[in-house]
């Protein structure tokens, strides 16, 4: 055990809590979670040297605290930033729920879909997002980034034949117009079912650090759009309304159409986003759990293909459909396994 980790524990808790210190397994970060427990409490010990990556999450919990309960609570912050205690909140998440039982993931969703749209609209008012980790506004540059990873990614990766001027002029206009996307407020930007915890009944959120200013209903997407979640058209439905139903309440200037249209655009953006990270995470790195997730993602393309708004963008269009097509799949396999 490092010494540095043993010195901010007995400095803060027992002299025997050292003893109870458990790694735990990792995620897609860099970050080190330990487990560990003093006077018959457990606690999360987090270890990460990106220093402004953990000012910005001590930012957003304390703002985030004041809004919902539904947060970890930051405990103690080592001198220099790199080690930080905060609440316990388990080992199950909501894709561990419904994986088991589909019927008692159903309660969770709509519940953290509360929770959401409360955290989005009230941390959007209150965020200096100045204080942003990285990005402060999920806006065209950073869309553009995700629309490149994906060409770089994944399409060249898998030789996918297209027009590379016509998709370029496709990316700068879908990324001009998705600028414009409203209602805006606080993106968690990865909210997804491995970054929400059930405990006591409950959801819990994780992992929003990369939290940025922008279209809020990216967040939506990125939970009942992801992939290996599968989760069916009739379910997103029943979310997409209740989200836009809760997001009316809080704000009555909210016009159902734009939202629609956002919806649209958001659902595009993740669903190539992700796609990206499959193919580096993936078909480059080799990691199984992106391996994995590959034919979700591509089967979700399926849902989108005839979308009003990819008549703006034909040569993406196209691709989409290309993608979907059996011998394509078939194609991207054999590079998987080959």
């Excluded at 055990?1 to 109870?20: C, G, N, R």
């Excluded at 704000?251 to 990270?277: F, H, M, W």
């Amino acid at each position: 055990m490092d010494s540095k980790i043993i010195s901010f524990l007995t400095q803060h808790y027992s002299q025997e809590v050292a003893d109870s210190v458990q790694l735990l397994s990792g995620g897609g970060s860099s970050r080190k979670y330990y487990r560990f427990f003093d006077q018959n409490h457990s606690y999360i010990l987090a270890e990460s040297s990106n220093i402004e990556e953990n000012k910005t999450f001590f930012y957003y919990t304390d703002i985030l605290n004041k809004i919902l309960p539904n947060i970890p609570k930051i405990w103690q912050i080592s001198d220099d930033f790199t080690l930080y205690t905060q609440t316990d909140l388990g080992d199950k998440t909501l894709m561990n729920v419904l994986e088991n039982d589909f019927e008692e993931a159903k309660k969770y969703y709509f519940d953290s879909i509360k929770l959401l749209v409360k955290a989005q609209i009230e941390a959007g008012k209150e965020i200096d997002f100045n204080q942003a980790f990285s990005y402060p506004k999920l806006d065209k540059t950073l869309i553009l980034r995700d629309l490149f990873q994906f060409k770089f990614y994944f399409l060249n990766v898998i030789g996918i034949d297209f027009n590379q001027g016509k998709l370029i002029k496709d990316f700068d206009l879908f990324a001009s117009q998705f600028d414009q996307l409203s209602p805006k407020g606080f993106v968690f930007r990865d909210f997804q079912s491995r970054n929400i915890m059930v405990k006591n009944n409950e959801p819990y959120f994780i992992d929003y650090q990369g939290g940025l200013y922008g279209p809020i209903f990216y967040d939506l997407v990125s939970l009942i759009w992801q992939a290996k979640a599968n989760l069916s058209t009739e379910f997103k439905n029943d979310l997409y309304n209740f989200y836009l139903q809760e997001l009316q309440e809080l704000d009555n200037t909210i016009v159902p159409i734009d939202c629609k249209v956002s919806y649209e655009y958001c659902v595009v953006a993740r669903l190539i986003q992700v796609l990206g990270a499959y193919g580096l995470r993936g078909i480059i790195e080799r990691k199984p759990h992106f391996i994995e997730s590959i034919s979700f993602g591509l089967e979700n393309l399926k849902a989108i293909v005839d979308y009003p708004i990819l008549q703006n963008y034909p040569e993406l269009k196209h691709i989409i459909t290309v993608l979907i097509q059996p011998e394509t799949i078939e194609k991207i396999n054999n590079k998987i396994n080959g």
